[in-house]
C-alpha cells in the first residue's frame, strides 16, 4: 500500500509523462503514412523521454521539495515536518519517476520491436510479389 505522498509523486509524475505521451502520438499518428517510421520515431521518443526520467530520478533526492510539485498539490495536512520532508518527498518522486521510466522503455523496445517485424515483413512481402 503506497502512502499518500507515494500517491501524490505518482500522480505528479504520471500527469507529465502523459504530456510527453500525448506530443509522440501525435507525431506518431502524423506519420501514419509509414508505419515502420512512426514506430521507430515513437520509439526514439521514448527513450528520450526515459532518459529524461532516469536524469530527473537521479537529480531528485537534491533538489528542494518546496519546488517540487509533488509537494505544491499535497493536502497541507498530509505534508511531512520540514526536518524529513526532503527525504521523504525526494525519495517518493525518485520511486515514481524509475517507475516510469521502466515503463517508458518498455514503450521504447516494442515500438523498436514492432517497427522491426512491419518492416521485415513489408520487405519479405515485397520480395514475394517480385518472384510471382
Known amino acids: 500500500m503506497f502512502s499518500p505522498i507515494n500517491t501524490y509523486a505518482i500522480l505528479t509524475v504520471a500527469r507529465g509523462c502523459g504530456f510527453a505521451g500525448l506530443a509522440t502520438f501525435c507525431a506518431m499518428f502524423g506519420l501514419v503514412f509509414d508505419p515502420p517510421l512512426?514506430?521507430?520515431f515513437g520509439g526514439y521518443s521514448a527513450m528520450l523521454t526515459c532518459?529524461?526520467?532516469l536524469l530527473m530520478a537521479f537529480r531528485s533526492p537534491d533538489?528542494?521539495?518546496k519546488k517540487t510539485e509533488t509537494w505544491l498539490t499535497l493536502p497541507h495536512d498530509l505534508r511531512p515536518p520540514a526536518p524529513v520532508a526532503q527525504i521523504i518527498v525526494g525519495r517518493a518522486r525518485q520511486r515514481?519517476?524509475?517507475i516510469f521510466a521502466r515503463v517508458t522503455a518498455a514503450f521504447a523496445a516494442g515500438?523498436?520491436?514492432a517497427a522491426f517485424l512491419?518492416?521485415?515483413w513489408t520487405s519479405l512481402l515485397?520480395?514475394?510479389l517480385t518472384i510471382v
Request: aromatic fraction near 20%.
Open 111 to 113: 515500438c523498436f520491436l
Open 63 to 65: 533538489v528542494s521539495y
Open 118 to 120: 512491419l518492416g521485415a
Open 51 to 53: 532518459a529524461v526520467l
Open 96 to 98: 515514481a519517476l524509475f
Open 38 to 40: 512512426a514506430l521507430k
Open 126 to 128: 515485397g520480395l514475394w
